[in-house]
């Protein structure tokens, strides 16, 4: 092996991500005290190149400006040059994309900053060309040299600016929580509904698990058939795309074009995480068995391909893999030839290429097909005289043939670090497909991955890590890791009825409350406290690919409340949600988990309290059907928990159907119990 010419000190991080700039010609340093120490005692602007290890922009400019001896000339002599992985570093993240978003009405990744040598932007954009790139950098370091006041008075302007952004205003007059208001957000959404496609209109096309769970939901508990009809029919389209991976399971990051057919091949595991509980989610509704398969498939790629043995979950695969001529090129693993597929299932091939469009429709560039389907099983079956079991059957031999085959192809990079929130994600996607399926399985993988969070990821008093990589937590953790570590425990403690769950759940909480309330306004920053300071101190309000930290906070104290009696919680996610509200009418789609919190004050919610010695049997009866609008606790024997004090009685089945504190006399029929729920 040929020793590389370069090697800066990024050789010594452990993020996939930074170990691939180690050897670039750029002297690369990490985000850390010494460095930004470094740049004030020298006086030289900072560059700070923002990015992850599956982005197929930021291996472009890599390979045109970062591996490029001349570009790194340039940046060694006039910039400290500094690399941020965008997952182990969300804070920075926040912070320098609010600056180029304000800077230039856009962002995303490669995300490139120069700033003062404090830290302060002055300058910023996402991709770059290698001539553009150089011929910006130099005009930056002249005008640095020649005139540090003006950069000095713009970064002062601009800072006041982002710290603007993060004033939030208490609304003086409260607009009360409604089925008016809701529907009223609901009518304004649906004007930017793409009926034929699903989703939304334009391209390119995100999935957006947060926005499906809260339309799902609204569309059967306000009795909108329209948006119900629509989210299901993105939900079908979404998984007939070719942004599901129909051999090997498990979905791409989003789709460029608007029919959800070529995908951004990067396999990220927020995405499918979330996406296990929505399908699930309407598997529990509509008892479809597509989704059940489309889970199925999911979960078995999340196991054979970002499964450690520890129980942890890896972050992503990459865009970009080799084709046949050893190139890396976007795809290249997941897309056939039509000759390769007609020589691999042989008479089958007809049938195949009507099922995945292996025709002008399924065609994407190079004569390379991306599988998409239009049709359903019992329209195929139809057409070619089969039952539904014998295409079944078809469907299993064509995946295990094409996956033989694509095994042997060079697979895409792995990036194999741990992430607290995304873990805790999955960890929930695991216990809702265990409640939609009963899978023992499911279950196991949840409490497999508790356990790894419980072993590797939490310090002392209950505080966490963010990142995991070869034995090595070096991250404190952000609140986006304590609320979904808090929402999988709680979660957990739904499904098992075992109380610790419920325990650390609280005491994850608690530290919330201590390390990241903005007392002023009863929300919650993004950092903690005992973080060194950034620019700003960013709260994160409105939702993304994932949903905001603050609106996943408010909902588990509002849920939490509702099993422990703890009314202050209540209280305070009340408060969160007024707060936001006002900001939820302007752009109802970034705030659809906040929406979906709304649901929780506007109709009936349920407080489900099982006690017996079959209450675990029970409660997977219960769970099997759609109930969003619900929480369970439940006992095989006394309790001090609030909502099963007093309520055990040997030898009964008692189903308390509880709302707001107030329960209904016990029921003892399953049937009986689904009946009255379904009253939303």
């Known amino acids: 092996m040929t020793t590389p010419k370069f090697t800066n000190s990024l050789i010594n991080e452990t993020s996939p991500y930074l170990l691939q700039h180690a050897h670039n010609p750029v002297n690369w340093e990490a985000w850390n005290s010494q460095t930004l120490k470094k740049a004030r005692e020298e006086d030289k602007l900072l560059l700070i190149s923002v990015g992850y290890s599956a982005c197929h922009w930021c291996h472009v400019m890599e390979h045109e400006s970062f591996e490029d001896e001349s570009v790194a000339e340039i940046m060694n002599q006039h910039f400290i040059n500094i690399k941020v ?78 710290q603007q952004l ?8 409260e607009t009360p929580f409604s089925k008016d208001f809701l529907n009223e957000i609901l009518e304004k959404w649906q ?57 090997g399971g498990g979905f791409s990051r989003y789709s460029v074009d608007e029919r959800w057919h070529v995908p951004h091949f990067e396999k990220m595991l927020y995405d499918n995480a979330q996406l296990v509980s929505l399908y699930s989610k309407a598997y529990s509704f ?10 199925f498939k999911t979960l078995n790629f999340i196991e054979e391909e970002l499964t450690d043995t520890t129980g ?30 007609q020589e691999l299932l042989k008479e089958d091939f007809p049938i195949f290429e009507a099922y995945y469009n292996i025709n002008s429709s399924g065609k994407w560039e190079e004569n390379n097909y991306v599988l ?71 279950l196991e993988k949840a409490l497999k991955n508790a356990e790894f969070l419980q072993e590797y990821q939490f310090k002392k008093d209950y505080r966490l890590w963010h990142n995991y990589n070869n034995g090595k937590s070096s991250i404190n953790a952000y609140l986006e890791d304590y609320v979904f570590c808090t929402e999988a425990f709680k979660n957990l403690y739904e499904v098992t009825f075992d109380e610790k769950w419920l325990e650390i759940a609280e005491k994850l909480t608690e530290v919330c409350f201590e390390d990241f309330q903005d007392e002023k306004t009863g929300l919650f920053y993004f950092t903690s406290s005992k973080d060194e300071a950034l620019i700003t101190r960013n709260y994160e309000l409105n939702d993304n690919v994932m949903p905001a930290s603050n609106s996943v906070m408010a909902k588990n104290l509002f849920k939490i409340s509702k099993i422990t009696g703890n009314r202050d919680y209540y209280n305070l996610a009340e408060k969160m949600l007024k707060t936001v509200q006002p900001q939820i009418e302007t752009q109802p789609q970034s705030y659809a988990n906040w929406l979906n919190l709304m649901l929780n004050f506007t109709g009936n919610f349920y407080e489900v309290a099982i006690t017996s ?21 439940g006992s095989l024997r006394e309790s001090e928990v609030e909502l099963l004090k007093s309520r055990f009685k040997n030898n009964k089945d008692l189903i308390y159907i509880c709302s707001d504190g107030k329960c209904d006399l016990p029921l003892n029929s399953v049937v009986e119990s689904i009946k009255k729920i379904k009253q939303f």
């Open 312 to 341: 942890a979950f890896y972050s992503a695969l990459d865009a970009d893999s080799e084709n046949e001529n050893g190139n890396k090129t976007e795809g290249a693993y997941y897309v056939w030839k039509k000759e390769n597929l």
């Open 191 to 247: 004007n930017g509904f793409d009926k034929k496609n699903g989703g939304s209109r334009g391209a390119p096309k995100f999935m957006l698990p947060v926005n499906q769970k809260f339309l799902l939901r609204s569309g059967v508990q306000l009795e909108n058939k329209a948006v119900l009809e629509h989210t299901l029919h993105s939900l079908n389209k979404i998984s007939y795309g070719g942004v599901f991976d129909h051999i």
């Open 286 to 295: 509509t008892k479809d068995n597509w989704y059940k398969e489309v889970v």
């Open 166 to 173: 993060q004033l939030i205003e208490i609304p003086e007059e």
């Open 613 to 633: 010695k079959n209450a675990l049997g029970i409660r997977k009866e219960l769970q099997e059907e759609y109930f969003p609008h619900t929480v369970f606790a």
């Open 372 to 442: 998409i389907r239009s049709k359903n099983d019992e329209t195929i079956a139809d057409e070619f005289d089969l039952s539904l079991s014998e295409l079944e059957s078809k469907k299993e031999n064509w995946t295990k043939i094409l996956k033989k085959e694509r095994d042997k192809r060079t697979k895409p990079g792995l990036d194999d670090k741990s992430l607290t929130s995304w873990n805790a994600l999955m960890l929930t996607g695991y216990v809702d497909a265990y409640k939609a399926f009963g899978n023992q399985e499911f």
């Open 85 to 162: 992985d965008r997952e182990e570093r969300p804070d920075i993240d926040q912070v320098y994309m609010n600056a180029v978003q304000v800077m230039t009405g856009a962002g995303g990744w490669p995300m490139n900053i120069v700033a003062l040598p404090d830290g302060r932007p002055v300058w910023g954009g996402t991709y770059f060309r290698k001539e553009q790139w150089k011929d910006a950098l130099k005009q930056l370091s002249g005008l640095y040299q020649t005139k540090p006041g003006d950069m000095k008075a713009y970064a002062s302007r601009l800072e006041e600016g982002l």
